[in-house]
């Protein structure tokens, strides 16, 4: 159980750099099922994991509790931000939050990773539940999660006669009500010192979730835009020295120089988020995107 002497119970921006300490502490504890390594702990994360954290707790030092997240895809973002979710209605008693997905299967994903978690931590940190089921999870510090559906038609009813001061919404861009996200974002607390509102997606052309990227760009002083990109997560890269599928794949993909656009690319990451693109992942980037070769 997470130490009460060293919880925060009403949040405070000058403390942001100790509530980070105390998640990372919590990460290394909890264990999931990974698709390409079997049982492994949290306590390694990702860079794109990391920037995700680092983005949150930074503009939580600025006292900003909105942020929308525009990810590439597999990046391990919705498993990072579950247990920030478990984390932090852990650390603060008494938070009425929800999580939100775009589907009635990937709602019952969630709940079953989130079982996983709760199960994997040891007694030093385990977290005392109330109940857990399809509706929800209720813990003893009087914190609970609604597990809602979306939808991805329109419904009207996301959120009506509910109020929340913490929400995880994943794959907004799938939603399909502009009704009920509007409903659903009323229902959220304005003021409540522990509010933590996050929506995490990948994109999906012109439709809500894209309004909502561009209302957080446009609002900096209140909401946090996180971009993520393919280049942040480490296995998106051939290595040689890993395997001789991997050598003949870096070897074939890697040949031709850098075209313009390749380097335009390359150019705006380093720039805008201080990240060098290697050969390693350009490799793959080219395999990804033209795989028979045919492009300049």
């Keep these: 159980m997470l130490d009460d002497s060293k919880t925060l119970s009403i949040f405070d921006p000058n403390r942001v750099e100790e509530l980070k300490e105390a998640l990372y502490d919590f990460l290394s504890k909890i264990k999931i099922d990974s698709k390409e390594d079997g049982t492994i702990s949290l306590e390694d994360v990702y860079t794109a994991q990391r920037l995700f954290i680092d983005g949150v707790f930074d503009g939580l030092a600025d006292d900003i ?79 609970s999660l609604d597990y809602l559906v979306a939808g991805t038609r329109k419904n009207g009813g996301l959120g009506r006669s509910r109020a929340y001061n913490f929400l995880h919404a994943t794959e907004c861009s799938s939603w399909g009500d502009q009704e009920g996200l509007e409903s659903l974002q009323k229902s959220l607390a304005a003021k409540y010192p522990a509010r933590l509102y996050v929506f995490e997606s990948t994109a999906r052309g012109y439709n809500m979730f894209h309004t909502m990227w561009e209302e957080a760009k446009a609002d900096a002083l209140v909401k946090k835009a996180i971009f993520i990109g393919w280049w942040a997560k480490e296995e998106y890269a051939y290595y040689p020295e890993r395997s001789l599928k991997e050598r003949e794949l870096f070897e074939h993909y890697s040949k031709a120089p850098l075209s313009d656009e390749e380097q335009e690319l390359i150019d705006y990451v380093k720039k805008n988020y201080a990240f060098d693109v290697s050969m390693n992942q350009l490799a793959w980037y080219r395999h990804e995107k033209d795989p028979a070769g045919e492009a300049d």
């Design 65 to 143: 509790h909105w942020f929308v997240i525009l990810k590439a895809r597999q990046l391990g973002i919705t498993t990072i931000s579950l247990a920030l979710d478990i984390f932090w209605i852990s650390y603060f008693p008494g938070l009425q939050g929800a999580i939100v997905t775009d589907t009635d299967g990937n709602k019952e994903k969630i709940r079953l990773l989130i079982t996983r978690m709760l199960e994997s931590l040891p007694r030093s940190h385990s977290i005392p539940v109330v109940a857990h089921n399809r509706v929800g999870l209720v813990l003893k510090n009087g914190s």
